[in-house]
C-alpha cells in the first residue's frame, strides 16, 4: 500500500516538474493563439473586415468577367504603389460585388461586378491576424514557403496535447492519493 502511494506521489512530481517546464515556453504561444483566437472571433463585429458593400447599379445585368476584376483592382494598386500580383477573387452574386485580395498586402478592393466601380479600398487586418494566429506570418515575410507554419502548428499542438495530459494527472492523481491514504 505505501508502495503504491510512493509511486503515486513521485508521478506527480514529476508531472508537476514537467508541466512546469513545459508550459514556461509554451505560455507565449497559447496566449498568442488565446488573443488571435478571440479576434478572429469577433472579426466582423470589431469590424477586423473591411464592411462588404453593395452594387449601386439598378440594373442587374452583364456582369463583367473576373479579368476585367482583376484589372480593375490592379489598377488601384498601381496607383498606390503596391504589388499587382492577386491571391484571390471573393464574388458575391447576391451583393453584386467581387474582392480582389492579394498576395503580398492585406489590401482588399471591392469591385461592382455591373459597373465595375471602385466601391472600397481597405485593408484585411483578419488576413494578417490570422497568419499570426497559425504562425504562417513567419512563411509570409521570411521564406515564402509552410515551414514555420507546419512547425509552429504541430509543436503547440503537441503542447497543448502534453499539456492537458500531465495537467489531467495533476488533478487525477493527488485525489487518487487522498483515497489510498483514507483506506
Known amino acids: 500500500m505505501k508502495k503504491s502511494i510512493a509511486s503515486k506521489v513521485k508521478a506527480v512530481r514529476f508531472y508537476r516538474v514537467f508541466h512546469k517546464w513545459l508550459g514556461l515556453p509554451l505560455i507565449i504561444f497559447f496566449f498568442i493563439i488565446g488573443i488571435t483566437s478571440v479576434l478572429l472571433a469577433w472579426k466582423k463585429k470589431v469590424e477586423l473586415l473591411p464592411p462588404t458593400t453593395k452594387t449601386k447599379s439598378e440594373l442587374k445585368e452583364n456582369w463583367i468577367s473576373p479579368t476585367e476584376m482583376i484589372q480593375i483592382a490592379q489598377s488601384v494598386m498601381d496607383s498606390l504603389g503596391e504589388s499587382r500580383e492577386v491571391d484571390r477573387i471573393d464574388i458575391r452574386p447576391d ?84 483515497k489510498l491514504k483514507q483506506s
Open 95 to 178: 451583393k453584386g460585388i467581387a474582392k480582389v485580395t492579394f498576395k503580398t498586402h492585406f489590401t482588399e478592393v471591392q469591385v461592382d461586378g455591373y459597373t465595375s466601380e471602385v466601391l472600397s479600398v481597405d485593408t484585411r487586418h483578419s488576413d494578417w491576424i490570422e497568419k499570426v494566429h497559425d504562425g504562417s506570418i513567419i512563411d509570409y515575410y521570411w521564406t515564402g514557403e509552410e515551414g514555420a507554419k507546419l512547425t509552429y502548428s504541430t509543436l503547440t499542438s503537441l503542447g497543448l496535447i502534453l499539456m492537458s495530459i500531465s495537467g489531467f494527472y495533476l488533478w487525477y492523481f493527488p485525489r487518487k492519493i487522498r
